[in-house]
């Protein structure tokens, strides 16, 4: 089993729709979770960090953490083509310094 | 740019051949991380380094791969007698410091093709 789930997709919506990227881990030492937003032939770009169970939002994005279920999300709203990318979870152990990442959702927003 | 600088962005290498790929920390980062990215896979740990330090190798495989961290300059991944296998996006992240409130900044990463 992996350590981390995640739908690679693909995942194509429309312009304004609402985005909803999912993943699951197994490892109850994860303690701190991340998502970033690839773009082709770039590197990950940081978007959501969070450490504690509930909602935290930024702009357009929402990352949800369920601890209880080892469940965490990213909510996009308004969704826009340039959206369109590759987004990764990512999460650390609470003694660890390495990222264990999802496979990544590959996500397309048709204008 | 204030960035993780990584170069070169594309490499190619015949197989036996040596492939070194370098990574410039974000200006106040000393700690660095390697990962890798293989066609249709997502990114695997290889090794985090602070200068002059190896702290954690138990992603990189045992033969061949090595990484440095000199008081000097950029880190270095090293891959001798490059294999077909060994083709992928090597990635390097930076961060101030080694804890959770510190996230990891990446590069845009080197492509190897190995022909």
């Known amino acids: 089993q992996k350590e981390v789930e995640q739908d690679p997709g693909p995942l194509s919506v429309p312009e304004g729709a609402i985005v909803s990227l999912n993943c699951t881990y197994s490892n109850s030492a994860f303690q701190y979770f991340m998502w970033y937003r690839q773009y082709s032939r770039k590197g990950p770009e940081l978007l959501m960090y969070?450490?504690?169970?509930g909602n935290k939002e930024d702009g357009r994005f929402t990352a949800q953490v369920d601890k209880s279920s080892k469940y965490i999300s990213l909510f996009i709203r308004d969704s826009q083509p340039s959206d369109s990318a590759t987004y990764l979870c990512?999460?650390?152990?609470?003694?660890?310094?390495?990222?264990?990442f999802g496979e990544g959702t590959q996500l397309t927003v048709n204008p | 740019n204030a960035g993780v600088m990584q170069n070169p962005r594309h490499l190619v290498r015949r197989r036996g051949q040596e492939a070194r790929l370098r990574c410039s920390p974000m200006?106040?980062?000393?700690?660095v991380y390697w990962y890798r990215q293989l066609p249709e896979e997502g990114l695997k740990f290889m090794v985090y380094l602070q200068k002059e330090n190896i702290i954690d190798e138990s992603g990189m495989p045992k033969e061949r791969f090595s990484a440095e961290f000199p008081k000097e300059g950029p880190s270095i991944l090293r891959i001798q007698q490059v294999v077909r296998g060994d083709s992928a996006a090597y990635f390097c992240?930076?961060?101030?410091?080694?804890?959770?409130?510190?996230?990891?900044?990446f590069g845009d990463g080197t492509r190897l093709s190995i022909l």
């Open positions: 969070t450490y504690s169970s």
């Open positions: 200006k106040g980062h000393s700690h």
């Open positions: 992240a930076s961060s101030p410091a080694s804890n959770q409130n510190q996230p990891q900044h």
């Open positions: 990512a999460i650390l152990e609470t003694s660890g310094s390495r990222l264990t």
